[in-house]
């Protein structure tokens, strides 16, 4: 037992991703909540980083993250400091210091084996392309851990600023805050992204058509990874 009472938004928040992996398969295996699983292993891991409780070991992984992040924040002004003018300039109404991103996902069969991607582009073109699977699931389970693998290659890239295209509606909806879907998977798909985009200091996800997604689509449907 601990004298704090933690939400499951929180402990998400906390926990690192191969706790919050660790965290579903213990859930599921011990016919407990995620909630209750997820605290158990952050208490463990509180001990072994030497601190006394999930609160210490909170303030010592923002501690670890500010300290990356000055250090990335360093390195973008520096890349200004080197530009002949301040102003920031823009290409279609994009600011060029905005990255911008697609995601897709897709089950074969549905439900079944899925697979979903992303691609980052860079203000100068530079494109990096990502991919992933699960072994089961829906086209709505593909879908969100596609947005999820971009929101996540996004912050490990250090960025502040991302525009988000998506071609699945539910996804979009649901992260907009548009829908709330009461169904659990959902509310937990929500929670993940909402602490997920507190990462950034501007971030915006938009609905596109399918043929306006196609790299992205074309990087899911062969992806083994």
């Given at each position: 037992?601990?004298?704090?009472?933690?939400?499951?938004?929180?402990?998400?928040?906390?926990?690192?991703?191969?706790?919050?992996?660790?965290?579903?398969?213990?859930?599921?295996?011990?016919?407990?909540?995620?909630?209750?699983?997820?605290?158990?292993?952050?208490?463990?891991?509180?001990?072994?980083?030497?601190?006394?409780?999930?609160?210490?070991?909170?303030?010592?992984?923002?501690?670890?993250?500010?300290?990356?992040?000055?250090?990335?924040?360093?390195?973008?002004?520096?890349?200004?400091?080197?530009?002949?003018?301040?102003?920031?300039?823009?290409?279609?109404?994009?600011?060029?210091?905005?990255?911008?991103?697609?995601?897709?996902?897709?089950?074969?069969?549905?439900?079944?084996?899925?697979?979903?991607?992303?691609?980052?582009?860079?203000?100068?073109?530079q494109v990096f392309?990502?991919?992933?699977?699960?072994?089961?699931?829906?086209s709505c389970d593909?879908?969100?851990?596609?947005?999820?693998?971009?929101?996540?290659?996004?912050?490990?890239?250090?960025?502040?600023?991302?525009?988000?295209?998506?071609?699945?509606?539910?996804?979009?909806?649901?992260?907009?805050?548009?829908?709330?879907?009461?169904?659990?998977?959902?509310?937990?798909?929500?929670?993940?992204?909402?602490?997920?985009?507190?990462?950034?200091?501007?971030?915006?996800?938009?609905?596109?058509?399918?043929?306006?997604?196609?790299?992205?689509?074309?990087?899911?449907?062969?992806?083994?990874?």
């Amino acid at each position: 037992m601990t004298d704090t009472a933690f939400t499951y938004a929180q402990l998400v928040a906390i926990a690192t991703r191969a706790e919050r992996k660790l965290g579903l398969q213990q859930a599921r295996q011990q016919d407990t909540s995620v909630l209750q699983a997820l605290e158990g292993l952050l208490l463990l891991a509180a001990t072994k980083a030497g601190v006394g409780n999930i609160v210490q070991l909170a303030e010592l992984r923002l501690q670890q993250l500010a300290n990356q992040q000055t250090l990335q924040a360093a390195r973008r002004i520096a890349k200004v400091a080197d530009r002949k003018n301040g102003r920031i300039k823009t290409v279609s109404g994009v600011s060029e210091q905005v990255w911008q991103a697609w995601f897709d996902g897709s089950a074969v069969p549905n439900p079944g084996k899925c697979r979903f991607a992303c691609v980052l582009q860079a203000p100068d073109g530079q494109v990096f392309e990502y991919a992933g699977h699960l072994e089961y699931g829906d086209s709505c389970d593909a879908e969100f851990s596609g947005l999820i693998l971009t929101l996540k290659q996004a912050h490990k890239h250090g960025l502040s600023q991302l525009l988000v295209h998506g071609d699945s509606q539910v996804v979009i909806d649901e992260v907009n805050q548009r829908t709330k879907s009461s169904l659990p998977r959902m509310i937990e798909y929500r929670q993940q992204l909402e602490v997920l985009c507190q990462l950034f200091e501007t971030i915006q996800i938009k609905w596109i058509p399918r043929h306006k997604n196609s790299r992205a689509d074309a990087l899911a449907q062969h992806a083994t990874n």
